[in-house]
């Protein structure tokens, strides 16, 4: 199965079935689902926030012993299959499970939470001598809670 196969199958599915659909396409695509990659992709599919590898190497191991060689490996692996987008935050490479569909991204730079956000008005802007394949766009800021905490410690 290619690349642009899996991104497709992607497409077909929603946030809900995204560990189950993640596992079916890699099976597909001849790789063996083993406790390791479960817990990673249950760790990145628990978290609200984009990690770093070595974080979700560590928080992983609630799930399952995992290297961190393969931790890499399944990034990549994710990554290439458009199961995950990588961010580059304060430095960092943070990576988050996304949804499927096209989508946007809100990263706070204070507790790394990502949102995702459906608004797009892309499509209106006028581009000249430049023919589009496709973007992506990322807003880093400071979420609500962390801005309220900032006030409360403050006060």
């Known amino acids: 199965m290619t690349n642009s196969t899996l991104a497709k199958h992607a497409t077909e599915t929603d946030r809900q079935t995204v560990p ?7 099976r597909e695509a ?5 406790k390791e990659r479960e817990a990673l992709i249950t ?10 590898p070595y974080e979700l190497h560590n928080m992983s191991s609630k799930h399952a012993e995992v290297g961190l060689t393969t931790t890499y490996r399944l990034l ?8 995950v987008e990588v961010f580059l935050v304060q430095g960092e490479l943070r990576y ?9 991204h ?18 209106t802007l006028k581009i000249v001598d430049f023919a ?24």
Do not use: W
């Open 132 to 155: 589009s394949s496709g973007h992506r766009l990322e807003i880093f800021g400071t979420c609500s809670d962390c801005s309220n905490s900032a006030v409360r410690k403050t006060l």
């Open 96 to 104: 988050g499970l996304c949804k499927p569909s096209h989508h946007h």
């Open 20 to 26: 189950e659909h993640i596992y079916q396409s890699l």
């Open 43 to 52: 760790t990145l599919f628990e978290s609200d926030k984009a990690l770093t």
């Open 106 to 123: 809100l990263v706070c730079t204070t507790c790394f939470k990502m949102r995702d956000f459906d608004q797009c008005d892309f499509n």
């Open 30 to 34: 001849g790789q063996r689902i083993t």
């Open 76 to 83: 990549e692996t994710l990554l290439k299959n458009n199961f």
